[in-house]
């Protein structure tokens, strides 16, 4: 038999959470009979603890039967039900048998366990990572879920709070509230940027808008690119107000804890406040 690692690791196997090697495959590979290498177990019983060997029970023959069909067995069925070897079991049979043969073989199986367990520590580390992105995207699904439903509804929640993160969750929210609009949208942000009126692009055909921010050279540039190619965006100077403000279609008022530009990447909340918006009209939306 040709040894290399991956024929060894083709006759290991996993048995009661363990991986372990059949004494019919060790003896093959030690190039001793089965019955040779099982006395020479049993007459060093004391160097064979629990954990190191067992003995299989007859269900446990017949699954590595069905599932290993090239495993030696026994020619006609095994009389005596096999021992397998752990990895400790593996070491402890290169002192037992006490030759060149035994030892060589021992280290490239022992070299097949250690390979074998790499190899599956990664499987592990990526199964982690796959659980982790599927809790976290069951947890935004059902977060979009309950925002979706109630912006169908046209009962958008009277409050609520996106973390730091979320930034998908607050992009669709957001655009979301743009896309209802039907008449008109007032936007007040002084922080306001490109990608602020990105957002706003998304409004219906014949929505008119407007942003009350504190004028900065930068913003204006972008605004004219803006207005050459979507429909017109118009600015009003603001710096009464420090906090951020949505108006969509004179009738709803919606207080958010975070610049448009900004949703997700910090944790904030907002807040659904209509009843006080002919005060922010009357002090705030004066132009």
């Known amino acids: 038999m040709k040894l290399t690692l991956d024929a060894i690791e083709n006759r290991i196997h996993t048995i ?45 023959t017949k699954d590595m039967r069905s599932q290993f069909v090239t495993s030696k067995l026994g020619r006609g069925g095994t009389r005596f039900l096999p021992i397998v070897f752990t990895e400790l079991g593996v ?67 009277m409050q609520g709070i996106f973390f730091e993160g979320e930034l998908f969750d607050a992009h669709v929210w957001i655009c979301s509230l743009i896309r209802q609009a039907k008449v008109n949208i007032a936007l007040i942000d002084n922080y306001a940027d490109e990608s602020t009126l990105l957002l706003l692009s998304k409004r219906k055909k014949g929505v008119t808008c407007r942003i009350y921010y504190k004028p900065r050279s930068s913003l204006l540039r972008d605004l004219e690119k ?57 002090k705030l939306l004066k132009a």
């Open 91 to 157: 070491a402890m049979l290169s002192a037992v048998l006490r030759s060149n043969v035994a030892v060589m073989v021992s280290i490239q199986i022992i070299q097949a366990f250690v390979a074998m367990r790499k190899t599956i520590g990664s499987f592990e580390k990526v199964i982690q990572r796959l659980d982790s992105l599927e809790n976290k995207q069951i947890r935004t699904d059902i977060s979009l879920e309950k925002i979706l439903c109630a912006l169908e509804k046209d009962k958008e929640p």
């Open 226 to 282: 803006h207005n050459r190619q979507y429909p017109t965006i118009d600015f009003v100077p603001n710096s009464s107000s420090h906090d951020r403000f949505l108006v969509i279609d004179h009738e709803r008022l919606f207080h958010i804890g975070a610049s448009l530009k900004d949703l997700g990447l910090k944790c904030f909340a907002f807040s659904k406040m209509d009843s006080l918006l002919p005060e922010i009209q009357r």
């Open 16 to 60: 009661r959470g363990v991986h372990v090697l059949m004494d019919s495959d060790l003896a093959l590979m030690y190039q001793v009979e089965t019955r040779v290498l099982n006395q020479a177990v049993k007459r060093n019983i004391n160097r064979f603890p629990d954990g190191f060997c067992f003995q299989l029970t007859e269900e446990e």
